[in-house]
T-cell receptor, first 113, second 114 residues
Framework: KQEVTQIPAALSVPEGENLVLNCSFT??????LQWFRQDPGKGLTSLLL?????REQTSGRLNASLDKSSGRSTLYIAASQPGDSATYLC????????????FGKGTTLSVSS | DAGITQSPRHKVTETGTPVTLRCHQT?????MYWYRQDPGHGLRLIHY???????DKGEVSDGYSVSRSKTEDFLLTLESATSSQTSVYFC?????????????FGEGSRLTVL
């Protein structure tokens, strides 16, 4: 059974720091992996989607990588800002379309000014 | 904006009463999902749909039923609500056209069962 783990559960950094959030999974047979952001009391906002055939995706200050052989994905946030404070969730899909995403429990990031 | 609307956004009900949550989408997406989010458990799939009248169970489907009589609406029903079903419920759609397999979520429906 596929399991998704995010460590650490919480992270505090000063503004301006570059940081990496980690996501590991137990079965390398994945279709895609998606990173989300969730603000308190809000829904999930899609940040980046990496298809199985891709190694990384970039959007602004965010870069997500995927290494299926090691069962890892990382989300790199450059020059962190207080507005980046949120919970970051990774989720993956094992099969095409029909099955749904399996989620990690998230990393709660706090960026202090 | 994936055009997803959930209703109601907040509901308080009593144990044993039926509850229906509605997810409405405006962009004709084929795949729709219901998740629940609980502290310590993260997001877990309840049911999903891959077309009108085509649905399947997820990880935590006991106590829930769904219906999809038209493309735009996916309903989640708790036949007899229990306190363990107090949770935040999220609907999601899969946009196969813009970015295959990418999921977009609604704002959530917070349900409290007393």
């Amino acid at each position: 059974k596929q399991e998704v783990t995010q460590i650490p559960a919480a992270l505090s950094v000063p503004e301006g720091e570059n940081l990496v959030l980690n996501c590991s999974f137990t079965d390398s047979a994945i279709y895609n992996l998606q990173w989300f952001r969730q603000d308190p009391g809000k829904g999930l906002t899609s940040l980046l989607l990496i298809q199985s055939s891709q190694r990384e995706q970039t959007s602004g200050r965010l870069n997500a990588s995927l290494d299926k052989s090691s069962g890892r994905s990382t989300l790199y946030i450059a020059a962190s800002q207080p507005g980046d404070s949120a919970t970051y969730l990774c989720a993956l899909r094992s099969n095409q379309a029909g099955t749904a995403l399996i989620f990690g429990k998230g990393t709660t990031l706090s960026v202090s000014s | 904006d994936a055009g997803i609307t959930q209703s109601p956004r907040h509901k308080v009900t009593e144990t044993g009463t039926p509850v229906t949550l509605r997810c409405h989408q405006t962009e004709n997406h084929r795949y729709m999902y219901w998740y629940r989010q609980d502290p310590g458990h993260g997001l877990r799939l309840i049911h999903y749909s891959y077309g009108v009248k085509d649905t399947d169970k997820g990880e935590v489907s006991d106590g829930y039923s769904v219906s999809r009589s038209k493309t735009e609406d996916f309903l989640l029903t708790l036949e007899s609500a229990t306190s363990s079903q107090t949770s935040v419920y999220f609907c999601a759609i899969s946009d196969q056209r813009r970015s295959p397999g990418e999921l977009f979520f609604g704002e959530g429906s917070r349900l409290t069962v007393l």
